[in-house]
């Protein structure tokens, strides 16, 4: 027997963190940051959580006594993260040191990439790691990581982790077996990306595994936009040959593939690809994965802009070490030779390379939500309005089309199918209403027994 209860991800998109407890073996599937609930309260950076009782006293974090940092005996085994999008794993830095986190390789490397370079969040006491000048790197958490293909128990449970192809590198489904049922975990995934495959060996292996249950994404039920990374490079290349002025593209700054795109669009344009030093220290982490294949950073074709201030923290020390950075008037005496990559973070320095005439804005990401909590749509809207840029929407989606995952459900064919990280689970059970699967809505906090 089985229990799964549901902590976000229900009714909304991301936040997900489901409880599995069998037989005294309990874990966590994904421990993710709700980004849509936490805005209702706060407002990032002016106000933000602390510390864990401030997300656990309004309801963001399971009450669950030696679950959190500074307890004693944690009440689970181990935390599964799917992949590293913010909204997956954002909430692991409250957990106690001592609960292991398991993930991909690349998840591993994605996480603790983000956290040398990102400076912000809750107190220092909460770090994941951290990167000094002087002691170099520092993990604070039990990082277990695997490959495909690998096979491990947890307790009373087997965990089985397939790849599966989403808009960020490291991204796995998983098929999990109790000694009485097997469940299926989607996490995020696409079946129209660069590594459709993936996703489509994630699918036949649960479908063989004849699961009790499968819990599926289901973010796309709503204005789905059926785009492949290879229209958006043929848009977006299209468009950088038209346009005399600069080039800005804005997307995740974690997507790898969209980073590849551009950097590709920019060669075929005769132009200079201008990354951003936090980019630049991503992909230097991310070199020595075979699994990637992404430009280096030493490329002759690749700029990396930083913006002007005295010192140099721990982590940009290290790109420094390897290439030289252009501020923003280096950037505006070159801006028809190059594409820039920019969010909307950087609009600041924008003023200094002064966009001119004949320049346009590519905006490549999600109009509607971002699981990294970043779009700022209408605000990239009024600076493209001041700086006279027009802006464009070119994007492919990280999720899965509704039509083929309705494919997927029936090829797995569970016996209960149970829909998360949707903001329509009522349109979805609709949708998906004439499949032999029993689909089951859970509510937030709800337990579900097998
Ligand atoms: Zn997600
Ligand atoms: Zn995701």
């Given at each position: 027997?089985?229990?799964?209860?549901?902590y976000?991800?229900v009714?909304?998109?991301?936040?997900?963190?489901?409880?599995?407890?069998n037989?005294?073996?309990?874990?966590?599937?994904?421990?993710?940051?709700?980004?849509?609930?936490?805005?209702?309260?706060?407002?990032?950076?002016?106000?933000?959580?602390?510390?864990h009782?401030?997300?656990l006293d309004?309801?963001?974090?399971?009450?669950?006594?030696?679950?959190?940092?500074?307890?004693?005996?944690?009440p689970?085994?181990?935390?599964?993260?799917?992949?590293?999008?913010?909204?997956?794993?954002?909430y692991?830095c409250?957990?106690?040191?001592?609960i292991p986190?398991?993930?991909?390789?690349?998840?591993?490397?994605?996480?603790?990439n983000?956290e040398?370079?990102?400076?912000t969040?809750?107190?220092?006491?909460y770090?994941l790691?951290n990167?000094?000048?002087?002691?170099g790197?520092?993990?604070?958490?039990?990082?277990r990581?695997?490959r495909?293909?690998?096979?491990?128990?947890?307790?009373?449970?087997?965990?089985?982790?397939?790849?599966?192809d989403?808009?960020?590198?490291?991204?796995?489904?998983?098929?999990?077996?109790t000694?009485?049922?097997?469940?299926?975990?989607?996490?995020?995934?696409?079946?129209h990306?660069?590594?459709?495959?993936m996703s489509?060996?994630?699918?036949?292996k649960?479908a063989?595994a004849?699961?009790?249950?499968?819990?599926?994404?289901?973010?796309n039920m709503?204005?789905?936009?059926?785009?492949s990374?290879?229209e958006?490079?043929?848009?977006?290349?299209?468009i950088?040959?038209?346009t005399?002025?600069l080039?800005v593209?804005s997307?995740?700054a974690?997507?790898?593939?969209?980073?590849?795109?551009?950097?590709?669009?920019?060669?075929?344009?005769?132009?200079?690809?201008?990354?951003?030093?936090?980019?630049?220290?991503?992909?230097?982490s991310l070199?020595?994965?075979?699994?990637?294949?992404?430009?280096?950073i030493r490329?002759?074709?690749?700029?990396?802009?930083r913006?002007?201030?005295?010192?140099?923290?721990?982590?940009?020390?290290?790109?420094?070490?390897?290439?030289?950075v252009?501020?923003?008037?280096?950037?505006?005496?070159?801006?028809?030779e190059?594409?820039?990559?920019?969010?909307?973070?950087?609009?600041?320095?924008?003023?200094?390379?002064?966009?001119?005439?004949?320049s346009?804005?590519?905006?490549s990401?999600?109009?509607?939500?971002?699981?990294?909590?970043?779009?700022?749509?209408?605000?990239?809207?009024?600076?493209?309005?001041?700086?006279?840029?027009?802006?464009?929407?070119?994007?492919?989606s990280?999720?899965?089309?509704?039509?083929q995952?309705r494919?997927?459900?029936?090829?797995?064919?569970p016996?209960?199918?149970?829909p998360?990280?949707?903001?329509?689970?009522?349109?979805?059970?609709?949708?998906?209403?004439?499949?032999p699967?029993?689909?089951?809505?859970?509510?937030?906090?709800?337990?579900?027994?097998?």
């Open positions: 027997m089985t229990d799964i209860t549901f976000g991800g009714g909304v998109i991301g936040g997900n963190k489901i409880l599995l407890e037989q005294g073996t309990s874990i966590f599937l994904d421990f993710g940051k709700n980004f849509g609930r936490e805005k209702v309260y706060y407002d990032d950076p002016y106000l933000t959580p602390r510390k009782e401030h997300l309004i309801g963001l974090l399971p009450e669950m006594p030696g679950l959190y940092k500074n307890d004693k005996e944690p689970v085994d181990a935390v599964l993260l799917s992949h590293p999008h913010l909204d997956h794993w954002g692991t409250f957990l106690d040191n001592d986190l398991y993930c991909g390789e690349g998840t591993r490397k994605m996480i603790l983000y040398y370079s990102s400076g969040g809750p107190s220092k006491e770090y790691a990167m000094t000048k002087s002691d790197y520092q993990v604070y958490k039990d990082f990581s695997f495909t293909g690998d096979v491990f128990d947890i307790g009373s449970l087997e965990v089985e982790p397939v790849h599966v989403h808009s960020i590198p490291g991204a796995y489904g998983f098929i999990i077996r000694p009485s049922e097997t469940i299926v975990y989607t996490g995020d995934f696409r079946l990306g660069p590594e459709a495959h489509e060996e994630f699918i036949d649960a063989e004849e699961p009790d249950v499968m819990i599926s994404e289901g973010t709503v204005g789905a936009t059926p785009s990374e290879r958006v490079k043929e848009k977006t290349s299209a950088i040959g038209d005399g002025g080039v593209v997307f995740s974690r997507d790898i593939d969209r980073l590849r795109t551009m950097y590709e669009s920019s060669i075929e344009n005769d132009r200079k690809f201008v990354i951003s030093i936090k980019q630049a220290f991503l992909l230097q070199r020595d994965d075979p699994s990637l294949d992404i430009f280096d490329d002759d074709h690749v700029l990396v802009f913006k002007e201030k005295d010192r140099a923290s721990a982590w940009e020390d290290r790109v420094l070490r390897e290439v030289d252009k501020n923003g008037r280096e950037i505006n005496e070159i801006k028809d190059v594409v820039l990559a920019a969010s909307y973070y950087d609009m600041n320095e924008l003023m200094e390379i002064d966009p001119g005439s004949d346009v804005f590519i905006s990401q999600s109009e509607f939500f971002d699981e990294e909590g970043e779009i700022r749509h209408e605000k990239l809207l009024n600076w493209c309005d001041h700086y006279g840029m027009p802006q464009y929407q070119v994007h492919a990280g999720h899965v089309m509704p039509a995952l494919s997927a459900v029936k090829e797995i064919d016996s209960i199918l149970i998360v990280h949707t903001e329509k689970p009522g349109l979805y059970k609709k949708y998906m209403s004439d499949i699967s029993e689909i089951q809505l859970p509510s937030l906090d709800e337990k579900i027994e097998l």
